[in-house]
């Protein structure tokens, strides 16, 4: 893809930064993603807990 960029005129040089930063936004994701996994099972068993009482 980088090639079909520069065929047409376009400067890559400066989009190095931007590929190395995408991998630490990929994990920052993949974090969240966890976290807002264990926090949906927390509410699940919350509002199960509160139907049994």
Request: hydrophobic share 50%; proline share 0%.
């Amino acid at each position: 893809m980088a090639k079909n960029l520069m065929h047409h005129g376009f400067a890559i040089d400066n989009l190095k930064q931007f590929w190395t930063d995408s991998q630490a936004l990929i994990l920052m994701g993949a974090v969240v993603y966890i976290i807002a996994t264990i926090f949906k099972k927390g509410v699940d068993i919350q509002n199960e807990n509160d139907l049994t009482v």
